[in-house]
């Protein structure tokens, strides 16, 4: 199984991006796909999750301003980030769950910038 993440760049300050997650291989189905970030120096971080059944959950930093979304017969993911901020800056990485308890796969992230 392969993940791979695409869409960062750099933006200013209240900006937008999109982000997105192919996941490719032996895979029937995915249960959850969940979108995380590191900035440096800190923990990675849950940003969004959304489930087989289209339900999502959000972490509060990003509610209100981030959307997540899913194409279930392509396997991808989407994250939608508007009104972006400084803090919004580090590495997202895109996360997949085969089935509630497993296996689990990561991508390799990619680097969002937000700076003026």
């Known amino acids: 199984v392969q993940v791979v993440e695409s869409g960062g760049g750099l933006v200013q300050p209240g900006g937008s991006l999109r982000l997105s997650c192919a996941a490719s291989?032996?895979?029937?189905?995915?249960?959850?796909m969940d979108w995380y970030r590191q900035a440096p120096g800190k923990q990675r971080d849950l940003v969004a999750t959304?489930?087989?059944?289209?339900?999502?959950n959000y972490a509060d930093s990003v509610k209100d301003r981030f959307t997540i979304s899913r194409d279930n017969a392509k396997n991808t993911m989407y994250l939608q980030m508007n009104s972006l901020k400084f803090e919004d800056t580090a590495v997202y990485f895109c996360?997949?769950?085969?089935?509630?308890?497993?296996?689990?796969?990561w991508g390799q992230g990619t680097q969002v910038t937000v700076s003026s």
């Open positions: 996360h997949i769950r085969i089935t509630k308890v497993g296996p689990n796969f």
């Open positions: 291989g032996s895979i029937f189905s995915i249960y959850a």
């Open positions: 959304i489930t087989s059944n289209g339900t999502t």
